[in-house]
C-alpha cells in the first residue's frame, strides 16, 4: 500500500531573488524550491551570506530596499504569498504565520513596550479584548523562560538583555497559535538551558497545535534533535534535501559533507573526505556558470564548471535530493 502524499502548507517555487548593485541587478537567491509538509519541521542550515534570511524575508514581503524578488512563487495553504493582496498577507503576517526575526533589535519596536507588542498581533488576529491580551502575553512571556513575566510587560525592549530580546520575538513569533512558524536563528544569543527550553516548548506546541516550522540555524548539532528534514542552501540555492537521519548518515553534497565535518566525531567518513572547506562563497553578480559550488570543490570535473547541477532524487527516486553532479554519478556507479 502506498502512502498519500503529505500535504504541503507551503511550497515555494522557483525563487530567485535580486539587489541592485551600481553594476546592475545580481541575482543573490537563485530559483530555490522549498517546502514544508503540514505538522513538519524543517531546518535550513547554510553558511552567513547563503540567503537564508533573504528568503524568508521575502516570503514575508518584508525584503530591504534595493532588493526584490524577480520570480518565482511561495504557495502557503493554497494561495501565493508572494502575490497577494497587501490586507491579506496582514491577516496571514503574525497570524497563521509566525515569524520569529534574526535581529530581535531591529526588529522590535524601540519605542513600545514589549506587553504591547505582544499583545498587538492577539488583538489584531484574535479579536481579545486588551485585558485578556495581557494575560496571554504574560502566559507567552513565562512559556518562554522570562522570569516575573507580569513586571516586563512594561519593559521598553532596550531594558533587556540580548537574551531576553530573543525570548521577547520568540513570544511574538508564537503569540496567535500560528500554524506555521519561521524562526531565523531564534536561539543565538541565549545559553544552552534556556536554549534547549526554547526547543522544547516548540516540540510541544507542534504537538500540541499541529504547527509546522521552518528553523534556520548555523548550529547543526541543535538541528539533529529538533528537525524532520534538512534543507543546505549554498550560494542561495538549495544544494541538499534530506530527512534529517539520512543526512547525518549519508552527506551527499561536497559542500554538506564539509559542514558536518566542522561539527566533531559526527561524521568520520565525511571527516576523512573534507576536512574543511576552503574558500569563500561567490559575491552576487559573481556567480560562476555551473555549479555554484564548483571553484571551492576538490571533485569539481568539467561539467560542474559548465552547467548548473539540477536538484534530483538520490538515485533517481526518495526524499534525499542532491544537487550534485558527482554524488549523482558515483551512486550509479556504486
Ligand atoms: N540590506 C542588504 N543590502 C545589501 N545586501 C544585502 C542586504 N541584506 C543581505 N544582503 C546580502 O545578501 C546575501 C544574503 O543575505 P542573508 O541575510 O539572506 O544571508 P544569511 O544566510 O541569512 O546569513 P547569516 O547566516 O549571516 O544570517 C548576502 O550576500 C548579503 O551580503
Ligand atoms: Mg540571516
Redesign the pocket.
Known amino acids: 500500500m502506498t502512502m498519500p502524499a503529505p500535504e504541503r502548507l507551503l511550497d515555494v517555487k522557483g525563487l530567485s531573488i535580486e539587489i541592485d548593485t551600481r553594476r546592475g541587478p545580481a541575482t543573490i537567491v537563485d530559483g530555490i524550491n522549498l517546502h514544508v509538509n503540514k505538522g513538519e519541521t524543517l531546518g535550513i542550515v547554510g553558511e ?2 547563503c540567503g ?3 528568503t524568508m524575508l521575502s516570503l514575508m514581503r518584508l525584503l530591504p530596499n534595493k532588493i526584490k524578488v524577480k520570480s518565482g512563487t511561495a504557495n502557503f495553504a493554497g494561495r501565493d504569498l508572494l502575490t497577494m493582496s497587501k490586507s491579506e498577507l496582514r491577516k496571514v503576517r503574525g497570524g497563521q504565520v509566525g515569524f520569529v526575526f ?1 535581529d530581535p533589535m531591529t526588529s522590535l519596536n524601540p519605542v513600545m513596550r514589549i506587553g504591547d507588542q505582544i499583545c498587538e498581533p492577539l488583538i489584531y488576529h484574535k479579536n481579545m479584548k486588551r485585558s485578556d491580551a495581557r494575560i496571554r502575553a504574560t502566559e507567552l512571556l513565562r512559556l518562554v523562560g522570562i522570569p516575573s513575566p507580569a513586571e516586563r510587560l512594561d519593559a521598553f525592549p532596550h531594558e533587556l538583555s540580548g537574551g531576553m530580546r530573543q525570548r521577547v520575538m520568540i513570544a511574538i513569533g508564537l503569540a496567535c497559535d500560528p500554524e506555521l512558524l519561521i524562526a ?2 531564534p536561539t543565538t544569543a541565549l545559553d544552552v538551558t534556556i536554549q534547549a527550553q526554547i526547543v522544547d516548548l516548540v516540540k510541544e506546541l507542534r504537538v500540541k497545535l499541529g504547527m509546522s516550522v521552518v528553523w ?1 540555524t548555523h548550529d547543526l548539532a541543535l538541528i539533529a534533535g529538533l528537525v524532520d528534514r534538512v534543507a543546505v542552501l549554498y550560494a542561495g540555492t538549495v544544494v541538499e534535501d534530506a530527512p534529517v537521519e539520512e543526512l547525518f548518515a549519508r552527506p551527499s553534497h561536497p559542500y554538506t559533507r564539509g559542514l558536518l565535518a566542522s561539527i566533531p566525531k559526527l561524521s568520520d567518513v565525511a571527516a576523512n573526505r573534507l576536512s574543511s572547506i576552503g574558500g569563500t562563497p561567490p559575491e552576487p553578480g559573481r556567480r560562476p556558470q555551473g555549479c555554484p559550488f564548483a571553484p571551492r570543490c576538490q571533485l569539481a570535473e568539467d561539467i560542474c564548471r559548465q552547467s548548473v547541477p539540477p536538484l534530483e532524487p538520490l538515485g533517481g527516486s526518495g526524499p534525499h535530493r542532491v544537487a550534485c553532479f558527482v554524488a549523482q554519478r558515483q551512486l550509479e556507479a556504486a
Request: charged share 35%.
Open positions: 552567513s551570506g537564508k534570511s533573504l534574526q531565523d536563528e534556520i
